[in-house]
């Protein structure tokens, strides 16, 4: 499967306890996103980065969360201290950085906090 | 700061119907826009992606256009299938002289197709 890939599919956890979530863009793509879905939203920016370099972070991403692409390869996303808004759907989705900058989703992680 | 607006929230027709689905956005200096299809609990798959310079795309029974000068975009979906039913959400990115290519999306519209 060359698509994006996520990692877990779905995560409950206790509050205050910290979480850590994985994708895998498409091998070629140098351009990497997280986004947040709530329900019956749209997906919301929450930072991203080209290569190994986070260029921008939403408003949305607290301190309580971290973000990371190591080698400009797969990233993680860590929430610390995880809060019951934490509870959303986490998108992650790669592109080319040029050109026909078409972004592709990976499946997502749906994380519950209770 | 762009907004993407989708109405209505929610669509019902029955099958075979060809049917449109609206999309407006309040900037009109965009890079491109992207049609997704978002099934229950799954994530977005990419419909079609029209570039700023482009006025239409299609792909088998979608057709999307877009005007930038009046911000809107269709997606058109002819004879309308049961299996089509899901959300549709658009979605524009900024110029690309800006730094990234991050997508502002509309809430999308939930489409349920009548067997």
């Known amino acids: 499967d060359t698509g994006v890939s996520q990692d877990p599919r779905h995560k409950i956890t206790k509050r205050g306890q910290n979480v850590t979530f994985r994708c895998d863009p498409i091998?070629?793509?140098?351009?990497l996103y997280w986004y947040r879905q709530t329900l019956g939203q749209g997906p919301e920016f929450l930072t991203y980065?080209?290569?190994?370099?986070?260029?921008?972070k939403s408003r949305l991403l607290s301190d309580r969360f971290s973000a990371e692409r190591p080698k400009g390869s797969f990233s993680t996303l860590e929430i610390q201290r995880t809060e019951q808004g934490d509870s959303a759907m986490y998108l992650c989705?790669?592109?080319?950085?040029?050109?026909?900058?078409?972004?592709?989703f990976g499946q997502g992680t749906r994380l519950t906090v209770v | 700061k762009q907004e993407v607006t989708q109405i209505p929230a929610a669509l019902s027709v029955p099958e075979g119907e060809n049917l449109v689905l609206n999309c407006s956005f309040t900037?009109?200096?965009?890079?491109?826009l992207q049609w997704f299809r978002q099934d229950p609990g799954k994530g977005l798959t990419s419909l079609l992606l029209i570039q700023s310079s482009q006025r239409e795309q299609t792909s088998g029974r979608l057709n999307a256009s877009l005007d930038k000068s009046s911000g809107r975009s269709t997606l058109y979906i002819a004879a309308s299938q049961p299996g089509d039913s899901a959300t549709y959400l658009c979605?524009?990115?900024?110029?690309?002289?800006?730094?990234?290519?991050?997508?502002?999306f509309g809430k999308g519209i939930t489409l349920s197709v009548r067997p």
């Open positions: 091998s070629e793509h140098n351009r």
């Open positions: 900037d009109s200096a965009i890079y491109n």
């Open positions: 989705a790669s592109s080319l950085a040029a050109g026909r900058t078409e972004a592709f």
């Open positions: 979605a524009v990115t900024p110029p690309q002289r800006r730094a990234n290519s991050k997508l502002t």
């Open positions: 980065f080209q290569n190994e370099a986070q260029l921008e």
